[in-house]
């Protein structure tokens, strides 16, 4: 409910109209306080939502977090960057998308890998090599349903980020993955377990 402040001119000035006066003021101070405690427990709220989300969701990214939380653009990009000087949550960009993390999520060796896992084409290009090394461009080509051309520039990324290693013999150019598969392999069942189901029969044997 609204406390109304009372100008002091329209007060006839005495000692009870003072103390009146004082009175409304202090009442109206403590009302202003409690409507910025109120504005501030509103706007903590919303940041807790927001870091709850991103462990729920590790590796998200802000569309999809204003789209799940309904809330507004400047609103979610001000809390994100609160939440990273309070390491609180930390951030790597891969591609098109900055990627949220809480802090005690993937290790940093780890966070690229599953960054890589969110790019569907990519991911898909990965999960063959696991389980067709030394895959030629027109096999990676034909398997993922995309141009050579397309398939070139995605092996070229994934070549200068570290995660395949490209050998040509002849006339071929022949890929095979670097790193652990193990450790890919369960990253991708932590952070994408319905894709996991679907390949878990062909990957299993790279998990032991």
Request: charge should be positive; hydrophobic fraction near 40%.
């Amino acid at each position: 409910m609204g406390i109304l402040c009372i100008p002091r001119k329209l007060i006839p000035f005495n000692r009870a109209s003072q103390t009146f006066f004082t009175q409304q003021v202090a009442v109206c101070v403590e009302c202003a306080k409690a409507q910025a405690t109120e504005v501030v427990q509103i706007e903590d709220s919303k940041r807790v939502r927001i870091l709850q989300f991103i462990k729920a969701n590790p590796g998200t990214h802000l569309r999809k977090i204003k789209r799940e939380l309904n809330l507004a653009m400047g609103v979610i990009q001000y809390h994100l960057y609160r939440l990273e000087r309070e390491r609180s949550i930390v951030s790597a960009r891969y591609g098109l998308y900055k990627r949220y993390y809480a802090d005690q999520g993937p290790r940093i060796e780890e966070r690229d890998i599953v960054n890589i896992l969110f790019q569907e084409t990519e991911r898909d290009l990965i999960l063959y090599l696991l389980e067709s090394p030394r895959a030629s461009q027109k096999e990676l080509s034909q398997f993922a349903r995309i141009s050579p051309s397309s398939t070139n520039w995605h092996m070229k990324r994934l070549s200068q980020a570290g995660f395949v290693e490209a050998r040509r013999e002849g006339g071929f150019v022949f890929y095979t993955v670097k790193g652990d598969p193990g450790m890919i392999l369960s990253l991708l069942r932590s952070y994408h377990p319905r894709i996991w189901d679907k390949w878990a029969e062909r990957l299993a044997d790279l998990m032991t």
